[in-house]
């Protein structure tokens, strides 16, 4: 059974970081693209970063440029997305999704995995 487990939200202040994490089970994560998009109270889900099998692409959300970092660590089945400079407007719940294919995909209905979200939450 695959799962992946989103980790490292909590309540940050405009101007801070976190690193959130994606730890992938029942799948060799190695071998698929995965991502990360978010959703707003009310708002449709929104991409926001995704990375190729090998770490040799990432593409990110032209508003998120520069402040979100993505990143994989394959020998843990882990996926990272490092958030700086955070924003009241980053407020949302963050999922991380994983495909069956190797590749870099930016719309949701390219991914077949996705975990249950963790919550980030910037007070101004």
């Known amino acids: 059974q695959v799962q992946l487990l989103e980790s490292g939200g909590g309540l940050v202040q405009a101007g801070g970081s976190l690193r959130l994490s994606c730890a992938a089970s029942?799948?060799?994560?190695?071998?698929?693209?995965m991502g990360w998009f978010r959703q707003a109270l009310g708002k449709e889900r929104e991409f926001v970063a995704a990375i190729n099998w090998n770490d040799t692409r990432r593409t990110y959300a032209d508003s998120l440029k520069g402040r979100f970092t993505i990143s994989r660590d394959n020998a843990k089945n882990t996926m990272y997305l490092q958030m700086m400079s955070l924003k009241p407007e980053d407020t949302a719940v963050y999922y991380c999704?994983?495909?069956?294919?190797?590749?870099?995909?930016?719309?949701?209905?390219?991914?077949?995995?996705w975990g249950q979200g963790t919550q980030v939450t910037v007070s101004s």
């Open positions: 029942g799948l060799t994560a190695s071998r698929v693209g």
């Open positions: 999704a994983a495909a069956y294919s190797s590749g870099i995909y930016r719309f949701s209905n390219s991914y077949n995995y």
